[in-house]
């Protein structure tokens, strides 16, 4: 029976372990989502992996000889215990899957919907009410306060915030 078994990769090479990975004959999953990123003023959505430096492999680990995933180009290791692949929990991998557009990439919806009344529970801005905007990819939103009589946008961390009972 196939199982699913996290690989570590090298700094930013997933995209590169997965082809060599998929040309060994592997069942590899490599999940996306949409990252936002900055650059020279400009702002794009780029594909990126969902968990940076690791992916999947699928395989059967008695009639597999996975001990070749050490040694593919982009490849880390292999997560293990023991010297064995550590096998992920049953039904993880379809999980993921399940949350993925018609796109590929795995969508990623912040638990507050835009326009939402929230609370800040620490730092700074300690019980400020606010209106939710956006989730950036660290894990930090934006929300709109009314400060000192006018309309402020600040970033939080996402953790900070609740919403209004």
Known sequence: MDRWYVVS????????????????GYDVYLPRWRKRRSHARRIEWVPAPLFPRYLFVGFDIGLTRWRAIHSTIGVSHLVSNGGMPLP??????????????????????????????????EGPFLDQVGLFERMDDAERVTILLSLLGRDVRVKVPVHSIRAVA
């Open 88 to 121: 992920m929990p049953n039904g993880i991998i379809e999980d993921i899957r399940a949350r993925e557009a018609d796109s590929g990439l795995i969508e990623i919806k912040p638990a507050f919907r835009k326009g939402q009344s929230v609370i800040v529970g």
């Open 9 to 24: 990769t090298r700094p930013q090479k997933e995209e590169r372990a997965r082809e060599h990975l998929s040309r060994q």
